[in-house]
């Protein structure tokens, strides 16, 4: 089989003349040299290659499974810029990666899928808010830190408790944490954002079925098969 260099492929394409433009542009921002014939290349320069092909075109659907994979920060945010380029455009892509980070940056929706089913589709932030939501305080110099009351602040758990601080995650309404806090010295509080991956796996957690359903359910499928 005879490997063909990557600007040689041009004269397939219909339209060559602004595809081989394109093909230019793309080379040059994903820093691939398009004089190397494919074998010849590295995992992530044939990486580049394929995403090469991808935007070529600038088609109007895109769907790209981890396109960042094997390659170096600086290409894989060209590669997230392109994403964002193409969706501001008018293309609609679907973007399937482990990096729920990169997720986050360039989509405005995700889909959560589990056992090949879709459980969840909505914008990102509608997600992460659905998790708990973080806060920290740090209270007054020489002020000793209060003990979280977990029996009276429903749905608040304790991440770290440090010299001056609490660091806190909660569910539902802030009210009560604030009215807590209220008959103490407090310093400042701030409110760490939750990343989609943090709120990915508490839904995960979740939505597991814990042991006993699981036990029922076996229970049952014996049953059935008596």
């Not at 009351?149 to 608040?156: C, I, R």
Request: glycine share 4%; aromatic share 6%.
């Amino acid at each position: 089989m005879i490997w063909p260099k990557l600007n040689e492929i041009t004269s397939f394409i219909p339209n060559g003349k602004n595809i081989s433009e394109r093909q230019e542009e793309l080379a040059e921002r994903l820093d691939l040299n398009l004089d190397r014939r494919v074998r010849t290349l590295s995992k992530g320069n044939r990486q580049k290659v394929g995403i090469l092909y991808a935007f070529q075109h600038q088609p109007d659907v895109m769907i790209l499974d981890e396109p960042t994979i094997g390659l170096d920060p600086l290409i894989r945010q060209v590669v997230m810029d392109l994403i964002r380029e193409a969706a501001q455009a008018g293309a609609t892509v679907l973007l399937s990666s482990h990096d729920l980070s990169e997720v986050a940056a360039v989509c405005g929706r995700a889909a959560i899928l589990r056992e090949g089913h879709l459980n969840e589709l909505a914008p990102i932030s509608r997600i992460v808010q659905q998790g708990r939501r973080q806060l920290k305080v740090w209270f007054t110099e020489g002020t000793q830190i209060p003990s979280l009351p977990v029996d009276k602040l429903p749905g608040v758990h304790l991440i770290q408790q440090e010299k001056e601080s609490l660091h806190i995650t909660y569910h539902g309404s802030i009210d009560p944490v604030l009215k807590w806090l209220s008959y103490y010295p407090v310093d400042r509080i701030s409110t760490p954002q939750t990343s989609l991956e943090e709120a990915f796996i508490q839904y995960y957690n979740k939505n597991r079925p814990s042991e006993s359903s699981t036990h029922q359910v076996a229970e049952s499928k014996e049953a059935a098969n008596e």
